[in-house]
Antibody, heavy 120, light 107 residues
Framework: QVQLQESGPGLVKPSETLSLTCTVS??????????WSWIRQPPGKGLEWIGY???????NYNPSLKSRVTISLDTSKNQFSLKLSSVTAADTAVYYC????????????WGRGTTVTVSS | DIQMTQSPSSLSASVGDRVTITCRAS??????LNWYQQKPGKAPKLLIY???TLQSGVPSRFSGSGSGTDFTLTISSLQPEDFATYYC?????????FGPGTKVDIK
């Protein structure tokens, strides 16, 4: 059974870069037809899709964040990562990694989420 | 971007009630519509994908219908563990977008 686990700093200073990693167990990030995604949820608010990286390495980002986001794949560690630059308080949120699947690209496996606070 | 709306934003219901939540897309998304359940402090859980396909392990009291722009999630007989927030999400085109959520609580 595939499981995802987010990790990274819980506190980031304004203007710095937020870096998170999602470790995949029970499956391979280089397996076919999977989209490895990041989603966030500000406190008390709804869900926002950040972007995904396909198993082949191609990426797709939310235009609202595109200039600041990089998602990458590390097949040797079976991980994928998120970098969000120039953060502000508005980037404070719970960050989830998730697996998207197939032509419908629904997200069927999610990590537990990690809280990131942007504050000096 | 495709905008997703949901109604109602919240509802109060009793155990055993039939509950229906509506989701509308700002343009046609065919059947690329997914439903998630989220409980406080937990990650979203996939319930329904492709508008009407029940995810493995999800109780059959959950069902989804619709295509194009209008979709519904129905819980045929509400159980205590179903009190949660429900989100629809379109995966027709990027950026993927979610509805604002419908909170189901106890009457």
């Amino acid at each position: 059974q595939v499981q995802l686990q987010e990790s990274g700093p819980g506190l980031v200073k304004p203007s710095e870069t937020l870096s998170l990693t999602c470790t995949v167990s029970g499956g391979s990030v280089s397996g076919g037809s999977y989209y490895w995604s990041w989603i966030r949820q500000p406190p008390g608010k709804g869900l926002e899709w950040i972007g995904y990286i396909y198993y082949s390495g191609s990426t797709n980002y939310n235009p609202s964040l595109k200039s600041r986001v990089t998602i990458s794949l590390d097949t040797s560690k079976n991980q994928f990562s998120l970098k969000l630059s120039s953060v502000t308080a508005a980037d404070t949120a719970v960050y989830y990694c998730a697996r998207g699947y197939g032509t419908s690209r629904f997200m069927d496996v999610w990590g537990r989420g990690t809280t990131v606070t942007v504050s000096s | 971007d495709i905008q997703m709306t949901q109604s109602p934003s919240s509802l109060s219901a009793s155990v055993g009630d039939r509950v229906t939540i509506t989701c509308r897309a700002s343009q046609s998304i065919s059947s690329y519509l997914n439903w998630y359940q989220q409980k406080p402090g937990k990650a979203p859980k996939l319930l329904i994908y492709a508008a009407s396909t029940l995810q493995s392990g999800v109780p059959s009291r959950f069902s989804g219908s619709g295509s194009g722009t209008d979709f519904t999630l129905t819980i045929s007989s509400l159980q205590p563990e179903d009190f949660a927030t429900y989100y629809c999400q379109q995966s027709y085109s990027t950026p993927f977008t979610f509805g604002p959520g419908t909170k189901v609580d106890i009457k």
